[in-house]
């Protein structure tokens, strides 16, 4: 079956760690997008990729970093520079404009 | 600046009830426009979509919105409700020259027995 998986679904880290959130999708799309979820403020975009090789910042890039060096392959870093990382982070593809496919998202808890 | 709201965060049915949850818009021109469904600690699944042509578009699930052009909206329906339809529902934007994608805050939907 095709579709993007996430992983691992819960991850825990210490302050002042470097963390990678990976993603991968099966589907060959093209644009792929990392958003992150707290309550009551929807998703907000970090990052985004409509090619292999390229990718652009969302609305709240800082603090994170991405590569995509394959079209399947998506990986999130989040760095020590990331003021409040705990959050909930998802990871979607599209192949047309706009109609995102997501995957089941990774908890990532920092103390 | 180009926004979207869902005027509510939370809202109670009973089940067969029917369903309405709002959405408007800001945006300079009709905009692409999406609702999502998400399950407690899942990703987000897509119910349905507008890009052009009749104004009542019909989704998954027995969900189905009217996009307003009048009233900057597109509001969700279901004309009765089912106990598996308690998740949050997302309302989502984006502008037809460019791919970024706006969601709104999400509105949960309890239902009660």
């Known amino acids: 079956d095709g ?3 996430q992983s691992p679904k819960y991850l825990f880290r210490k302050e002042g760690q470097n963390v990678t959130l990976s993603c991968e999708q099966n589907l060959n799309h093209d644009a792929m997008y990392w958003y992150r979820q707290d309550p009551g403020q929807g998703l907000r975009l970090i990052y985004y990729s409509q090619i292999v090789n390229d990718f652009q910042k969302g609305d709240i890039a800082e603090g994170y970093s991405v590569s995509r060096e394959k079209k399947e392959s998506f990986p999130l870093t989040v760095t020590s520079a990331q003021k409040n990382p705990t959050a909930f982070y998802l990871c979607a593809s599209s192949i047309e404009p ?10 990532l808890t920092v103390t | 600046a180009q926004s979207v709201t869902q005027p509510d965060i939370h809202i109670t049915v009973s089940e067969g009830a029917s369903l309405e949850l709002r959405c408007n818009y800001s945006y300079g021109a009709t905009p692409y426009l999406f609702w999502y469904v998400q399950s407690p600690g899942q990703g987000l699944q897509l119910l349905l979509k507008y890009f052009s042509g009749d104004t009542l578009v019909q989704g998954i699930k ?4 009217e996009f307003k052009r009048s009233q900057s909206s597109f ?4 004309p009765s409700v089912h106990w598996s339809d308690a998740a949050e529902y997302f309302c989502a934007v ?3 020259d460019y791919q970024k994608v706006t969601f709104g805050t999400g ?3 309890q239902v009660i027995p």
Not at chain 1, 98 to 107: A, D, I, L, M, S
Not at chain 2, 62 to 65: H, K, Y
């Open chain 2, 62 to 65: 027995g969900f189905e919105a």
């Open chain 2, 75 to 78: 509001n969700l329906r279901k």
């Open chain 2, 107 to 109: 509105t949960k939907l």
């Open chain 2, 94 to 96: 984006a502008p037809r």
């Open chain 1, 3 to 5: 579709g993007i998986t």
């Open chain 1, 98 to 107: 706009y109609e995102q496919y997501f995957g089941p998202g990774t908890r």
